[in-house]
């Protein structure tokens, strides 16, 4: 399996703009999670869905944030519009259980 | 409140010693996972190791195992002959049973390896 999936690696936008953040988890993994992390703040758990619906979003900063998870194999993060503040790197994770979150490579979203 | 604690925001090693980071976490359970997760420079997050509170014995990979003590609420990470690639944050993470397997993260420690 490839692992997690990101895209994009790098994404530099003006601030209002709206950013789509894309994941692709390992195939069979029943959870989903998206993280923020970020010097000051360290890791943050924004959402995380299982089977595909969404299961806590308490850790969405904002109504600008927000999350889908269409199918097993696809999920997006959107920011908009998006704020100087919200630069950090993003991250998606899966996991099957208990037996661990793998990671995404993260998305750097620097917001200018 | 459940809580991960690492106390040591940065240690250094010397190339080819030995060397354990701790964690210390706090949770009235008596079922739970921890996790050792590592990020090097190119920031993606590792899954080092893992660690089944039920199980006495201590989870090893390699070079890296851990020293598990239950009665402690204690988790420390030991890296044998630490290479310059471990150089990187590590962080410990505990999972509760019900938590939907849900991480709660220490705030990691960050290794240098001097060659």
């Known amino acids: 399996d490839a692992g997690v999936i990101q895209s994009p690696r790098h994404e530099v936008t003006e601030m209002g703009q709206e950013v789509t953040l894309r994941c692709k988890p390992i195939?069979?993994?029943?959870?989903l999670f998206w993280y923020r992390q970020t010097m000051m703040r360290g890791l943050e758990l924004l959402i995380y869905?299982?089977?595909?619906?969404?299961?806590?979003d308490s850790g969405m900063p904002e109504d600008r944030f927000s999350a889908k998870m269409p199918n097993a194999s696809f999920s997006t993060l959107k920011i908009q519009p998006s704020e100087p503040r919200d630069s950090a790197v993003y991250f998606c994770?899966?996991?099957?259980?208990?037996?661990?979150?793998?990671f995404g490579q993260g998305t750097r979203l620097t917001v200018v | 409140a459940q809580t991960v604690t690492q106390s040591q925001p940065e240690m250094s090693v010397q190339e080819a010693e030995t060397v354990t980071l701790s964690c210390t976490y706090d949770?009235?359970?008596?079922?739970?996972?921890l996790f050792w997760y590592k990020q090097p420079p190119s920031r993606q997050m590792i899954l080092v190791i893992r660690?089944?509170?039920?199980k006495q014995q201590n989870a090893t990979e390699n070079r890296f195992s851990v020293n598990f003590q239950k009665a402690a609420k204690s988790f420390s990470l030991k890296i044998s002959d630490s290479q310059l690639g471990d150089a990187a944050m590590y962080f410990c993470?505990?999972?509760?049973?019900?938590?939907?397997?849900?991480?709660?993260w220490g705030a990691g420690t960050k290794l240098i390896i001097k060659p």
């Open positions: 660690q089944e509170a039920y």
């Open positions: 993470a505990y999972m509760p049973m019900d938590s939907n397997y849900q991480l709660i």
């Open positions: 869905f299982n089977n595909n619906v969404p299961i806590d």
């Open positions: 195939s069979g993994h029943d959870y």
């Open positions: 994770a899966s996991s099957l259980g208990a037996l661990g979150a793998f």
């Open positions: 949770t009235s359970e008596s079922d739970y996972y």
